[in-house]
């Protein structure tokens, strides 16, 4: 013990000498202290902002979005730069002032073949809309008087070598780009609302262009003006520093001070005289606010439901018209998530449609032609954002019917509200949407149909992942297979919402190659298996080898590498031209060498052992596991939008609790953006629920 005591004592006299060590004593070591991280400016506000908590702050004043707030205003985009190009007029080439030669090349920027000209409905529309207001910028006396003696080829030509121009950029000009774009979002992506940071959403004024539109949208192809200051009005506390407008020789047309709104600048537009916005981005308080509430008035609806439906499916077998339409038209907003829907000008807004908009002509009875006791209505009308709704509802269907569900009165209430109607009659005549809503607030304050809607995709996403978390084997599905049921009952709420998509080129061949890679890997199981047999009889003579790779991946290099010094190096259009199409000849030559890798993947340079052939057969059944439920899923989803109710109709609490409950990183079904917008949900516990008791 006294030898132990000391040792220590000896340590401790050493640790903290009593005189200063001579000159001549060894100097100690210093620790070795790792540097921090640099972080670029961009990550220190993105921290800023997460480091404010709205939903512990302090409210503002009753009706008041805000105290103070203060913005640099709007971006605008730069003026136009002729390019001195002509387009041709009966063979012609024809002299156009810029702002001629501006509205020229709108039209010859559109793809010929893409989905406005390449489509005969829309492309009428589009060309005639754009010739109207082409005509009203040439003016009267012009030369150009008719649109099929228009050639905007040249322009179309010059555009596109404009852009394979500009891929021959450098990694320093595409450095400094970013810097550019870095320094105007610095300037104009940042607002100070109550002393705390916000990122703003659209602080880019959109340029001028031809009006694109969704759908056979009746105005596409008009041209949209190019909006200057003037026009625009900035929303400021008045404290605040009015922004200086960035465009010389003009002034804002408005500074307001009022802080019951949450928009910054607003203006109007002049294809639809609509009132565009400013405002902060969906990751910000207001929108999070705004989301919340959202939700939770969604929540109130779960006590009130039952109440609710007792009330119309006695309605609906009223004797007054108006009553038993208003019931049928809640049980469709109900059970089908239909929008309310409203009287639309057809010239000036795309003919899409809702509940009470429908019409005879998208209700068709028994349309499989089965006779008999057939309750099928097929409903097929354009929904919002001009998507086709087309589905084979069965009014005679378990679902529909059991526990009261009222379904075949519904189906007997629209036969009889669409006879002896013309097609384009409306089927709902005796009410409209603001006698529906007001029927609705009768039920709940606040209650509309997209309550309904809300309401609805999150119970149903709520139900559907309690079911498969009661499946035999659910605890020994991997996270993987777990988000593969997350994205199944995600895919039941958007088909119930009609959240549908176009199936894109790029989709279809991505989807094309996913096919083709999983052929491939199952072709290379089996040669791997044959190989086994091989070295089990003793033949390794008969086993295939794979050459070295290693000249074809240091050519291909060198190329890439040639092409980027001819990219840093050119100087004139045609060396840049040359350049990009080097660049472009040695990434598809890569693309080759790698596709000839992925065949050679499985096999080896020398013959491998048995473990080796073991390993890499049990390698390659992962790889085509994995392969399988990705195509599965893509495939699965290709047409149904996934991240709309995600974004808009989906409890982010629900997730959260899921993701919690069941051991999958929320980063799997929420991208960094969702995570961003739904931070006030993050801290639910893991038996969160979507009920009444969250409203209270």
Known sequence: KSSSASKKKRKRDSAVPDEAPSSSSKKAKKPATKELKKLEKTERLQYAMQAFLWWDAKEPPEGCQWVTMEHAGVSFPEDYVPHGVKMLYDGNPVDLTPAQEEAATFFAAMDPDGMHLGNPKTAKIFIKNFFTDFKAVLGRGHVIKDFKKCDFEPIRKHLNEQKIIRKAITDEERKANKEDRNQAMYKYGFAIVDGHLEKVGNYNMEPPGAFRGRGEHPKMGKLKSRVIPEQVSLNLSECAAIPRCSMPGHAWGDV????????????????????????????????????????????????????????????????????????????????????????KDTDEEADTVGCCSLRVEHLHFDPNEEGGDSKEIELEFLGKDSMLYKQTIDFGAAIYNDDNGMGSRVYDNLKGFCSKKKANNEVFDAINPTMLNSHLKQFMDGLSAKVFRTYNASKTLQDELKKTEQTAGWQRLTPAEKVVEYNNANREVAILCNHQRSVSKAQETQLETIGNKLQTLKKQRKTLKGILKCLNAGKPEKIPMKKNEKKLVEEVTAAIAKAKKMKEKATTNEEKIKATEADEKAKQRRREVTAMKFEKAHLWEKTPSKDQVIKRISNWGNKITKMEMDLKHKDDNKEVSLGTSKINYMDPRITVAWCKRCEVPIEKVFSKTLRDKFNWAMAVEPEWEFSEKIAN
């Not at 990751?283 to 959202?294: E, H, P, V």
């Open 256 to 343: 307001r001070h009022d802080p019951t709104g949450q928009w910054l600048a607003t203006w109007k537009e002049n294809i639809n005289n609509q009132s565009k916005y400013m405002q902060l981005a969906a990751q910000s308080s207001f929108k999070g606010k705004s989301d919340r509430s959202k939700y939770t008035k969604a929540a109130r609806l779960c006590e009130r439901i039952v109440a609710i439906r007792k009330s119309y499916k006695k309605d609906l077998k009223s004797r007054d018209k108006e009553t038993r339409q208003l019931a049928t038209a809640v049980w469709v907003i109900d059970r089908l998530a239909l929008r309310v829907g409203g009287e």
